[in-house]
């Protein structure tokens, strides 16, 4: 029996996927990963990311403005963002958060735009899709100190198992990716090992972060999702199909049952 999974991040909006995009969809269902949320990440290509999820069954959009591009977002896009919830069947707001791994970041930024997506989240009961680099710490307070209760995912999370825990404890579930697949990756073989099963989700974040085995100048694809679920197994005492089961759910409980079934 072909096991069901969801790819929890993806940009399958991305351009280099305009030219097959219908074939990785079909390789994706042949193996049975049938629902993919795609985040936005700037507002300007909020349209376009919609379109294709529109045009796809299966692809649930969530818009959001991403840390790294501070200097692409407008506070008009904060009050389109508001206008596009009331119209479009987002199922989270995200990605967002901190990034403090890129040179020279604009902490007052996007600590600004951070709080901000956190309030029009909060209104709208919409969960969080998460970025964090180099910022675990100033991301858990600051949803700590505003109190947000509708949960979401720490996307491609890579620190340790406390500061997973920690948000864990806020109603969050990590996003366990392409990194799990590298031997050498043991802080996050360790989080994917030691979390409770409720708290992991699946992941490719495609085209970005590769899985071991793949020429890493070629894109990554959600068709290769499975490969994430064995890296899991490898780690964790529960069959492969149990971590299907309990990850599919955990996808659809974090996303208040906004993804239909394939």
């Known amino acids: 029996m072909l096991m069901e999974l969801v790819d929890t991040h993806c940009h399958l909006d991305a351009k280099v996927f305009d030219a097959d995009r219908a074939e990785v969809l079909q390789r994706c269902h042949a193996v049975g990963v049938t629902r993919q949320v795609i985040p936005g990440y700037i507002g300007e290509r909020w349209n376009d990311l919609l379109q ?3 045009r796809h069954k299966g692809l649930y959009p969530a818009l959001g403005l991403h ?3 501070t200097d692409q977002h407008q506070p008009v896009h904060l009050q389109n963002l508001e206008r596009m919830i009331a119209d479009e069947p987002l199922v989270a707001i995200g990605e967002v958060g901190l990034d403090y791994y890129i040179d020279d970041p604009d902490a007052d930024a996007q600590q600004s735009y951070f709080e901000a997506q956190i ?7 919409l969960p969080l899709l ?4 180099k910022a675990n710490d100033e991301v858990w307070s600051t949803l700590r100190r505003l109190g947000f209760p509708h949960g979401g995912i720490a996307h491609a999370f890579n620190g340790s198992v406390e500061q997973a825990q920690r948000l864990v404890d806020l109603g969050f579930a990590i996003g366990i990716g392409g990194t799990l697949t590298y ?3 043991k802080r996050v073989r360790r989080v994917a090992a030691e979390l409770p099963l409720s708290a992991l989700v699946l992941e490719t974040d495609s ?3 590769p899985m071991a085995g793949h020429n890493r100048d070629v894109r990554n694809s959600p068709e290769y999702l ?6 899991l197994a490898e780690v964790r005492s529960e069959s492969r199909e149990e971590l299907a089961i309990a990850t599919t ?12 079934h394939a």
């Open 52 to 54: 294709v999820c529109q």
């Open 67 to 69: 840390p790294v591009y």
């Open 119 to 125: 309030a029009i989240a909060n209104t709208a009961g």
């Open 130 to 133: 998460l970025h964090i680099r």
């Open 183 to 185: 031997d050498r990756a």
């Open 207 to 209: 085209p970005d972060i």
């Open 226 to 231: 499975p490969e994430v679920l064995d890296a």
């Open 249 to 260: 759910a955990n996808a659809q409980r974090i996303f208040n049952d906004r993804l239909a």
